[in-house]
């Protein structure tokens, strides 16, 4: 009673059981939309259900009247998708023009048992169960459909090319066969794949729907049926239930809920049901899907909360570490009874192929695929699944793993990496006696992992860079010891006998070893000394000065470019950075290698903009070409001519003198000369046949 009186009752609602919904009721949400951009507005094509499936698809209307639709993009999908054809019958989109896009859905929760919308009127709270939750995302199946008309159109090219040639074709002998009686295990296999659970999806038939708006009639009659049509008619009695039971009916055990759980491919399992499995089981399953992860990663995808003691234990019986990253084991993919789904080789063959290669790359960063299957002797398509699951080709330099080493793993757990470095002592010795191996094929290779056009350096060079970084180095130590001094009292000023001293030893190195590769290669699986890691930190600064240098040099190269010629195709910079390398002494630093995206972010760094020029659907300016890049601010009087100039080419790819003379005196001046006219037409356009266009833009 104590209790009681010091949690009084301030009020008693009553609570109704809504079920004139419940069969029918969806939350949708839009996770790729803000809450505050809601699409209650926007027009409602159609739409449709799978009741099944609980798969819905809704089309939407785009508006290609506001100032963020980009009009030359959209006739130019609409054409991708529908051709050039003149028949609207069967056309994606009828005007011509991207105007609507289709939002498909998928299932954010497999039950929804425990998920109700509550609606509260008059003192009393009505609850309605929700029948399913839904995620609508945009659909992309339009980009197939361009695709499907792409190869249509070559096919048709290639039989039209064909026909003038065409002869009847010779009677071929044929040979039938009959398969054999499936097996029951093949057919569990088969049921349960993905493939299998595609077909038996499609095969249920769409049902067409009536949108009706947030406040459309027909919309406020339904949501009437969100309050129990009985309330206030039936007389309730009291609860008999004891708390426990109570709870029980309204949070049903987990164990119930599994056996409702379809079987499906691994593929194809969410991350609430994975967590609900055991952590040794999550970690199995996991690994099996990604193949190859950082420890880091592998902790986020399991969520907050886990012990990644538990983790270590649980990882290290499903995977081994390549290059302080975690590799799936090959008897984990591979089974015992099973073969390759590519050639029918045994899983015990398969698994020991496997290992040779992921034994590779703990020697070197980078593998030769000829190399590889000289030693295992397997299918090509066998041995190139091997190397996908853990490596990516690179063009003259062969498979490189697929991950950065991961050397905060391998400082933070060196009882680990031991233990598995004599794991794959044991392997390496097996694979020996297997493969038989030499000696030169057990010893890793110095180079391999080096990149084809790894900068070569003298060995006076190679001195004189190692006697750059011990300065630095021994000023920031003279630095920090100064300042200790000053700590304990002791004038920072006062030399001091104890001043740490670095002699530079000078011993010819070898000109043929690649910068990159001194001082010292990476120890296999990730193991390093204390003298390598302290290389290694020297080796990131004097990266990250080198990129600093470069950045540089190369925003300088662009300004300068940009100020002479002002507009620019991306192509057209890329020619004349070229002829700016050829123009420079050996060793420069931009032979570092400077990719297309770090020309462009350095142009758009510089204040220019890229120009979204509506080149004809018919052009044959390359990709490079049709990216156009404009100085916006130059600094000088004709700035604000220059931009509205480059406005008048975002509308038309080439344009007469007299519109754009008449748009410069419409938004800069009546008082505009020609002088004026001559000197931005001259600084940004070319001229043919009568029409301007802009650099870079003249139809060849």
Not at 30 to 46: E, F, G
Not at 183 to 198: D, G, V
Not at 646 to 658: G, P, Q, T
Request: charged share 25%; glycine share 4%; with cysteine.
């Amino acid at each position: 009673m104590a209790t009681e009186d010091d949690d009084p009752i301030i009020q008693e609602i009553d609570v109704h059981l809504a079920k004139s919904l419940a069969e029918k009721l969806y939350l949708f949400q839009y996770p790729v939309r803000p809450a505050t951009m809601k699409y209650d507005d926007v027009t409602h094509l159609s739409a449709r259900i799978k009741p099944k499936q609980q798969k819905v698809e809704v089309e939407m209307a785009i508006d290609t009247m506001s100032p963020n639709y980009c009009r030359s993009k959209g006739e130019q999908i609409a054409l991708n998708v529908d051709g050039a054809s003149t028949d609207d019958s069967g056309s994606t989109y009828v005007t011509k023009l991207m105007d609507k896009q289709v939002f498909s859905s998928i299932q954010s929760a497999v039950n929804t048992s425990r998920y109700a919308v509550a609606v509260y009127r008059k003192g009393e709270l009505h609850i309605t169960p929700l029948h399913g939750m839904l995620q609508m995302r945009p659909s992309f199946s339009y980009l197939d459909k361009a695709d499907a008309k792409h190869r249509e159109r070559e096919a048709a090219t290639e039989a039209g090319d064909s026909s003038q040639d065409e002869v009847e074709d010779d009677v071929k002998q044929v040979t039938v066969r009959f398969s054999r009686p499936e097996s029951e295990q093949a057919r569990q296999r088969r049921i349960q794949s993905y493939e299998f659970l595609q077909k038996k999806q499609a095969e249920e038939p769409w049902h067409y729907l009536h949108y009706c708006g947030v406040k459309d009639s027909r919309s406020e009659h339904e949501r009437q049926y969100l309050f129990s049509q009985l309330a206030g008619m039936v007389e309730t009695s009291e609860l008999t239930k004891s708390p426990r039971e109570y709870l029980s009916m309204l949070m049903p055990p987990v164990e119930e809920e599994e056996l409702k759980v379809p079987l499906a491919p691994s593929n194809v399992l969410s991350m609430a049901q994975l967590r609900t499995l055991p952590l040794a089981d999550q970690v199995r399953t996991l690994m099996k899907n990604v193949k190859v992860v950082q420890f880091a990663n592998l902790m986020g995808l399991l969520g907050s909360g886990v012990d990644s003691t538990a983790v270590l234990r649980c990882i290290q019986q499903v995977a081994m570490l390549v290059q302080g990253c975690w590799v799936v084991k090959s008897d984990v993919l591979y089974p015992k009874d099973t073969c390759s789904p590519h050639s029918g080789v045994a899983a015990e063959v398969l698994c020991r192929g496997r290992d040779f290669v992921m034994w590779k790359f703990t020697q070197d960063l980078c593998v030769i695929r000829k190399e590889v299957a000289a030693v295992i002797k397997l299918p090509p398509e066998d041995v190139k699944d091997f190397l996908e699951q853990m490596a990516v080709s690179r063009v003259n330099k062969g498979w490189e793993f697929l991950l950065p080493q991961d050397s905060k793993f391998v400082k933070k757990h060196p009882d680990v990496v031991q233990r598995q470095h004599m794991l794959w002592m044991g392997i390496q010795a097996k694979l020996e006696k297997v493969y038989g191996l030499s000696k030169e094929d057990v010893m890793p290779k110095k180079h391999d992992s080096q990149p084809a056009s790894s900068v070569v350096l003298s060995g006076e060079r190679r001195v004189a860079a190692a006697k750059d970084r011990v300065r630095e180095n021994h000023a920031v130590l003279e630095k920090d010891y100064r300042r200790r001094r000053a700590l304990h009292g002791v004038d920072a000023q006062t030399p001091s006998s104890s001043l740490l001293a670095i002699k530079i030893k000078e011993e010819p190195l070898s000109e043929e070893e690649p910068m990159d590769t001194w001082p010292g290669n990476v120890a296999a699986n990730g193991i390093h000394s204390e003298e390598s890691s302290r290389d290694s930190m020297e080796d990131h600064a004097e990266a990250g000065e080198q990129s600093r240098l470069v950045s540089a040099e190369l925003r300088d190269f662009v300004q300068g470019t940009l100020r002479k010629h002002y507009v620019l195709s991306l192509s057209e910079l890329k020619r004349l950075f070229n002829l700016h390398l050829a123009s420079l002494p050996p060793g420069h630093i931009l032979f570092s290698g400077i990719s297309d995206r770090m020309l462009q972010e350095t142009v758009l760094d510089c204040g220019c903009k890229q120009i979204l020029v509506p080149f004809p659907p018919q052009a044959t300016a390359s990709a490079d070409e049709q990216k156009i890049f404009a100085l916006w601010e130059a600094g000088d009087s004709y700035d604000q001519h220059r931009r509205v100039l480059l406005e008048v080419f975002s509308k038309n790819y080439r344009v007469r003198r007299s519109v754009i003379q008449s748009k410069l005196c419409q938004d800069v001046g009546d008082n505009l000369s020609k002088p004026d006219v001559d000197k931005v037409l001259k600084d940004c356009c070319a001229s043919h046949g009568g029409m301007w266009y802009l650099k870079g833009t003249l139809p060849s």
